[in-house]
């Protein structure tokens, strides 16, 4: 072919290449403007819904926010209340503080002052257990005190004298027609001398000890004006109680058995106070068995007076039956007399009739 017309061709070929460019062009834009309306469209939806929602998302937070102002309002208005109540708990609380301190201080005066009272008693208290004499009488006054709380003041003497030998001893028990001696002794020195671990204090102990049994048992065991043949060593302290029970004496036997031997027992307050509480229910036993004396003496004479009663019951029967007898004797009599009155006036009295008139006066009607 000629090269023209393979420029022909060619031109062809580039127009109808044209053509279907141009073609697909149209269709191209045409496809392209479509999918662009149709985004458009969507766009425009979405954003209608979006507008929607952020429309419905601010409404509910308006709403929130609404709510939430007015709970941090009350929250505000409630702590601050809480705060106001706190502060005057809290003012309470100094106040009652303040008066706890005061009373705590005011009771450490108190309690400083009654240490040093306390203190001073002490003192005067160890002053009087110095001297024997004034040892004597705390022990006397601690026995009379157990006395007085323990018996009635019809049971027990004091100061007892006895008229043979002039002692006295510190207090005398009644039961029944015997006397039971109690002195009281309190060998505080020795005592104390032994709790302080003092050389040979033991011994001295014992010595003072069994000193005041053996003269206890000579002065107070006298039977022959009515004492007991034993007799009681008070104790006024429990820790020299304990120490005499505990210690043996210079024989190697125990302090006790010794004070036993001797036939004088010591008693401290406990064991002597529950001596007493024997002593009272054998007194109350000793006042039941009079008493049942004198109701066995009032029966008797009971049975005495029931006795003439039935006498005196028995012949008042008597005339009792007698009052019968004539009172029925009378009516019988009676009788007759109205039925011998009644003929009479009719004028039929007989002769044996007039007979029944006679008095009764002679015939006894008890």
């Given at each position: 072919?000629?090269?023209?017309?393979?420029?022909?061709?060619g031109?062809?070929?580039?127009?109808?290449?044209?053509?279907?460019?141009?073609?697909?062009?149209?269709?191209?834009?045409a496809?392209?403007?479509?999918?662009?309306?149709?985004m458009?469209?969507?766009l425009?939806?979405?954003?209608?819904?979006?507008?929607?929602q952020?429309?419905?998302l601010?409404q509910?937070?308006?709403?929130?926010?609404?709510?939430?102002?007015?709970?941090?309002h009350?929250?505000?208005?409630?702590?601050?209340?809480?705060?106001?109540?706190?502060?005057?708990?809290?003012?309470?609380q100094?106040?009652t503080?303040?008066?706890?301190?005061?009373?705590?201080?005011?009771?450490?005066?108190e309690v400083?002052q009654?240490?040093r009272?306390?203190?001073?008693a002490?003192?005067?208290?160890?002053?009087?257990l110095?001297?024997?004499?004034?040892?004597?009488t705390?022990g006397?006054?601690?026995?009379?005190?157990l006395?007085?709380d323990?018996?009635?003041?019809s049971?027990y003497d004091?100061q007892h004298?006895?008229?043979?030998?002039?002692?006295?001893v510190?207090a005398?028990?009644h039961?029944?027609?015997r006397?039971?001696?109690?002195?009281?002794?309190?060998?505080?020195?020795?005592y104390?001398?032994?709790?302080e671990?003092?050389?040979?204090?033991?011994?001295?102990?014992?010595?003072?000890?069994?000193?005041?049994?053996?003269?206890?048992?000579?002065k107070?065991?006298l039977?022959h004006?009515h004492?007991?043949?034993?007799?009681?060593m008070?104790?006024p302290?429990e820790?020299v109680?304990?120490?005499?029970?505990?210690?043996?004496?210079?024989?190697?036997?125990?302090?006790?058995?010794y004070?036993?031997?001797?036939?004088?027992?010591p008693v401290?307050?406990?064991?002597?106070?529950?001596?007493?509480?024997?002593?009272?229910?054998?007194?109350?036993g000793q006042?039941?068995?009079?008493?049942a004396?004198?109701?066995?003496?009032?029966m008797s004479?009971?049975?005495?007076q029931?006795?003439?009663?039935?006498d005196?019951?028995?012949?008042?029967?008597?005339?009792l039956?007698n009052?019968?007898?004539?009172?029925?004797?009378?009516?019988?009599?009676l009788s007759?007399?109205?039925?011998?009155?009644?003929?009479?006036?009719?004028?039929?009295?007989?002769?044996?009739?007039?007979?029944s008139?006679?008095p009764?006066?002679?015939e006894?009607l008890?």
């Amino acid at each position: 072919m000629s090269p023209v017309v393979w420029l022909a061709i060619g031109v062809l070929a580039i127009l109808v290449i044209g053509a279907i460019v141009w073609n697909a062009g149209r269709r191209a834009d045409a496809q392209l403007s479509a999918v662009r309306q149709e985004m458009q469209h969507s766009l425009a939806a979405q954003n209608q819904s979006v507008s929607s929602q952020i429309n419905h998302l601010t409404q509910t937070v308006t709403t929130q926010l609404g709510q939430v102002r007015q709970e941090l309002h009350a929250g505000v208005a409630s702590s601050g209340k809480l705060a106001s109540d706190a502060q005057i708990a809290i003012a309470q609380q100094m106040h009652t503080s303040n008066e706890t301190i005061r009373k705590m201080s005011h009771q450490l005066g108190e309690v400083q002052q009654a240490g040093r009272e306390f203190s001073q008693a002490t003192q005067t208290l160890q002053h009087v257990l110095s001297g024997a004499k004034t040892r004597g009488t705390l022990g006397e006054v601690a026995l009379e005190r157990l006395l007085q709380d323990a018996l009635p003041q019809s049971a027990y003497d004091a100061q007892h004298r006895f008229d043979s030998t002039g002692a006295i001893v510190d207090a005398v028990v009644h039961i029944g027609e015997r006397i039971l001696c109690v002195d009281s002794k309190f060998p505080l020195e020795s005592y104390r001398r032994l709790a302080e671990n003092v050389e040979g204090a033991r011994k001295d102990f014992s010595l003072a000890v069994r000193k005041h049994a053996d003269s206890i048992a000579e002065k107070y065991i006298l039977p022959h004006e009515h004492t007991f043949d034993y007799a009681l060593m008070f104790v006024p302290s429990e820790g020299v109680y304990y120490e005499l029970l505990m210690t043996e004496d210079a024989k190697g036997g125990q302090l006790d058995e010794y004070c036993r031997a001797k036939k004088v027992f010591p008693v401290s307050p406990n064991t002597f106070y529950m001596c007493l509480s024997a002593v009272v229910m054998s007194l109350q036993g000793q006042k039941i068995e009079e008493n049942a004396h004198h109701i066995l003496a009032g029966m008797s004479g009971l049975k005495k007076q029931f006795e003439v009663f039935d006498d005196v019951y028995e012949k008042l029967g008597k005339h009792l039956r007698n009052a019968q007898q004539s009172y029925e004797e009378a009516d019988s009599r009676l009788s007759r007399t109205r039925n011998s009155l009644e003929q009479l006036t009719q004028g039929a009295l007989a002769e044996p009739e007039i007979k029944s008139l006679n008095p009764i006066a002679d015939e006894k009607l008890f």
